[in-house]
């Protein structure tokens, strides 16, 4: 071999302050919480109906190295140079969402839910306007237009709720405030609403006063990739969705359109609200998308409800109140009120014994959020870990089992060994 033209000033060991020793040897501390939190992931049962386990390819890509790279723009118009790689990444994970979806257009850089939602107000409004959303308490998200949130600052919002007799979502009362209201933009979705919604009775609202659609799909997106739940593309404007709850990827956003809003979305993402996108995550939403993409996604989609309804089932059968009595997409809201005990101290309780859930609001709750009589559970996360109807009958017992203690420390150890012993047998990806 010929010596290398170029004449180093020295020799280098090593690369200078970005080393390539593991995590375990340069940050013992950390390395051992990342050790802890696998533990808890695995020999927990996981009930939030928002988190999900993804797969070792897709953790693979969004740790990879492509997160050093920086790439403000879009694929073929960007502001950097050396984007030969990137911009073929963030263009596969464009053509794998519009293909999953059906979309005439895909965004996939929104940082996470709640930016990939304000980039749709930003993209269709002016600060002021009026905007039609779910209610919070009810089971709508935040960024519908909660108080709390800067979209309940900045705009004018004005909610819509759940029927009170069957705490189903009442069209008719969303098509009466539409028409009294005129908002500019509609928002359906929710993140605890245990029933699908009718798209195309919210797309003649929003026909009957000029409204822009917006679906946001966080929750249940992976149902409707895997055709276990009516796919709002069709009827909406825009989609919004998260990538990491049913859909099963790294914690991301994306945002589908038509063809007509692309160019308002694109805006509005960069250079409207977001500098570069974060690289590793497309990545890693890339390759969520080709699982997602494959019959077996279609298939845990559809055990995600079977076992959200066998859930149901059985705690119904213990004498538990669900929101709506039932359910028909992944979740599952637990009223407490006819058990005498609030929801805080029940999840707290239920994560002693290897149940983890979290407290929630329900429909009309008297009691204030901090604590809530409800209890939100789903099935994305187990039904990854193997899960079945007859593991989620397990479930209900074990928590009936708890609750009917009366939250006894006794009952907990139990159902504590029990949960732990289930769980370290079932493979993690
Ligand atoms: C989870 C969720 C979001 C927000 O997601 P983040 O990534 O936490 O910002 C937005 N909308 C709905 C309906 C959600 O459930």
């Not at 409800?374 to 479930?395: C, I, Q």
Request: aromatic share 6%; with cysteine; charged share 20%.
């Amino acid at each position: 071999m010929q010596q290398a033209a170029i004449k180093l000033s020295q020799s280098f060991p090593k690369p200078r302050g970005s080393s390539s020793a593991s995590l375990a040897q340069t940050d013992p501390q950390l390395a051992t919480l990342l050790a802890q939190e696998e533990e808890r992931q695995r020999l927990k049962v996981r009930l939030i109906a928002s988190e999900n386990y993804v797969s070792s390819a897709v953790r693979e890509a969004g740790s990879s190295i492509i997160t050093n790279q920086y790439s403000e723009g879009y694929p073929g118009a960007r502001y950097y140079e050396g984007q030969q790689i990137v911009d073929q990444v963030e263009r596969l994970a464009i053509e794998r969402a519009k293909q999953l979806f059906g979309a005439e257009h895909a965004n996939v850089q929104p940082h996470s839910g709640s930016p990939a939602n304000l980039a749709v107000y930003l993209a269709f409004l002016k600060p002021g306007d009026t905007v039609l959303g779910m209610q919070l308490s009810h089971g709508g998200h935040l960024t519908h237009g909660s108080k709390a949130s800067i979209t309940g600052k900045y705009w004018n919002i004005v909610s819509y709720g759940l029927d009170p007799q069957t705490k189903r979502l009442d069209y008719d009362q969303i098509r009466r405030l539409a028409r009294e209201h005129n908002p500019k933009l509609v928002i359906a979705g929710h993140s605890a609403y245990p029933r699908q919604l009718d798209f195309a009775a919210f797309r003649s609202i929003a026909d009957e006063v000029g409204a822009i659609l917006l679906v946001d799909m966080a929750h249940f997106a992976g149902l409707v990739a895997g055709g276990a739940h009516p796919s709002p593309v069709p009827y909406a404007d825009v989609v919004t969705t998260t990538t990491h709850k049913s859909l099963r990827g790294p914690r991301g956003a994306m945002i589908l359109c038509r063809a007509e809003h692309a160019a308002k979305i694109d805006k509005a993402v960069f250079p409207g609200l977001q500098g570069g996108p974060h690289n590793a995550i497309t990545a890693a939403i890339a390759t969520t998308l080709q699982e997602a993409l494959q019959p077996e996604f279609a298939a845990y989609a559809a055990q995600c409800v079977a076992n959200a309804r066998a859930l149901a089932a059985g705690l119904i059968d213990r004498g538990f109140e669900l929101v709506t009595g039932g359910t028909d997409n992944h979740l599952v809201l637990v009223d407490l009120r006819n058990k005498g005990i609030g929801g805080k101290p029940v999840a707290a309780a239920l994560d002693r014994a290897g149940l983890v859930t979290n407290y929630n609001a329900v429909p009309w709750d008297d009691h204030p959020p901090q604590n809530p009589s409800g209890l939100r559970l789903g099935s994305p996360s187990m039904t990854t870990r193997g899960f079945r109807e007859a593991e989620f009958r397990k479930v209900s017992e074990w928590i009936g089992r708890v609750v009917d203690s009366g939250l006894d420390d006794e009952v907990i150890a139990e159902v504590a060994s029990e949960t732990r012993a289930l769980c370290a047998v079932l493979p993690m990806p």
